[in-house]
C-alpha cells in the first residue's frame, strides 16, 4: 500500500548520490568525472614539469644528467640512477625531491595539489 514512499525515497536518494559523486572524487577535478580517471604523463603531467622543471631538465639544461621530458628518461635518470620508480613515490627521486623542498631549487615551487597529483601518477604507474 504504501510501497510509493519507500521507493521514490530511494531514486532520490539514488539521484543525489549521482549528482554529488563528481564533486566528491578530489582528485579528478581537471578531466571529467570519471572515478577510474588514470593519469597520463601526456595529458596530465606534463604541464607541471614543464612549468618547474624543463629549464634545468630539459631541452635547454640537463642538471645532473637528469631529462623530465618523458618517461622514458625519468626512467633512465640522471647520474643518481632512475628518477622514476612506477607505482613508488617515495622511491622515485623526481618526487622525493619535490616533497623535501630540494628541487626545484629556486623559483616558485609546486603547491600541494601538484605535488599531489605527482605522487597519484606514480602511484597509478606512471604512464
Ligand atoms: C633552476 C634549475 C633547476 C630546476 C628548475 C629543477 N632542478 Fe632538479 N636539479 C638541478 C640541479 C643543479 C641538480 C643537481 C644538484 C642537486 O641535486 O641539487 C638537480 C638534480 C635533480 C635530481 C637528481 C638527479 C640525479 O640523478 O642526481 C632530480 C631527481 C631532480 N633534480 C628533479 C627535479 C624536478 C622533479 C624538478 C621540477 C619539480 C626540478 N628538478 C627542477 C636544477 C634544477
Redesign the pocket.
Known sequence: MNEHLPSSLGRTIILAGLLLHPFLLTGCTSKGPTSAHVLTFEKDLKA??KN??????GEE?R????D?RSVEFMLL?????P?LVPGNPEES???S??LDG??????KM?DARETDL?ARWIRQGAN
Do not use: Q
Open positions: 607541471l614539469m618547474y622543471c624543463l629549464e634545468c631538465h639544461a642538471e645532473a644528467g637528469l623530465l635518470g640522471g647520474e643518481s640512477g628518477a627521486l623526481l618526487f625531491m619535490v630540494h628541487m626545484p631549487p629556486d623559483g609546486p605527482l
